[in-house]
T-cell receptor
Framework: DGGITQSPKYLFRKEGQNVTLSCEQNLNHDAMYWYRQDPGQGLRLIYYSQIVNDFQKGDIAEGYSVSREKKESFPLTVTSAQKNPTAFYLCASATLDPTDTQYFGPGTRLTVL | QKEVEQDPGPLSVPEGAIVSLNCTYSNSAFQYFMWYRQYSRKGPELLMYTYSSGNKEDGRFTAQVDKSSKYISLFIRDSQPSDSATYLC???????????FGEGTQLTVNP
């Protein structure tokens, strides 16, 4: 089965703890993205990567970190510096083909207790 | 001003109605226009993808782009209860690059 997987589906963490969200794809896509979705605000870009070992900040990168050590994987760490981390986190991937667009994983719901 | 504006709704229609969903945008450099459908607590799935101005039809769905007015639309014909979801417009300057999303319109189709 080809696609994008995110784990876990639901995640709870205490304030002050770092947590890492997993995103894996077996579509052989070069580009990967992390978005955050809050009610009434659509999707906002956190980080993206178009090649292994390289990534760029999106619009709301503060309090987050990423790595891209393998083409298939793009984990997102939500650090204790993120002021309001409770949200729905979505990972996406895409080829660099000019006729293609982004495809999304099922998402991870993070709740800070 | 947001780069992409979308009426969040909620929009409620009877089964069989024609639904019109719309977005406006401000950056004339945008060239690629997408509509995603998102069911509750799921990831968005690509519904329609168009480049530049014009219409594109796929079954009951028609996407329309008017670059002169900076206005995009999604029409759903013969709407079904299974169409109940949030519809997100997304726009980019170049394909494969970062997308700018509208905030989504929540649609309910009542049987």
């Amino acid at each position: 089965d080809g696609g994008i997987t995110q784990s876990p589906k639901y995640l709870f963490r205490k304030e002050g703890q770092n947590v890492t969200l997993s995103c894996e794809q077996n579509l052989n896509h070069d580009a990967m993205y992390w978005y955050r979705q809050d009610p009434g605000q659509g999707l906002r870009l956190i980080y993206y990567s178009q090649i292994v070992n390289d990534f760029q900040k999106g619009d709301i990168a503060e309090g987050y970190s990423v790595s891209r050590e393998k083409k298939e994987s793009f984990p997102l760490t939500v650090t204790s510096a993120q002021k309001n981390p409770t949200a729905f986190y979505l990972c996406a991937s895409a080829t660099l083909d000019p006729t293609d667009t982004q495809y999304f994983g099922p998402g991870t719901r993070l709740t800070v207790l | 001003q947001k780069e992409v504006e979308q009426d969040p709704g909620p929009l409620s229609v009877p089964e069989g109605a024609i639904v019109s969903l719309n977005c406006t945008y401000s950056n004339s450099a945008f060239q690629y226009f997408m509509w995603y459908r998102q069911y509750s607590r799921k990831g968005p799935e690509l519904l329609m993808y168009t480049y530049s101005s014009g219409n594109k039809e796929d079954g009951r769905f028609t996407a329309q782009v008017d670059k002169s007015s900076k206005y995009i639309s999604l029409f759903i014909r013969d709407s079904q209860p299974s169409d109940s979801a949030t519809y997100l417009c997304a726009i980019s300057e170049t394909s494969g690059s970062r997308l700018t999303f509208g905030e989504g319109t929540q649609l309910t189709v009542n049987p």
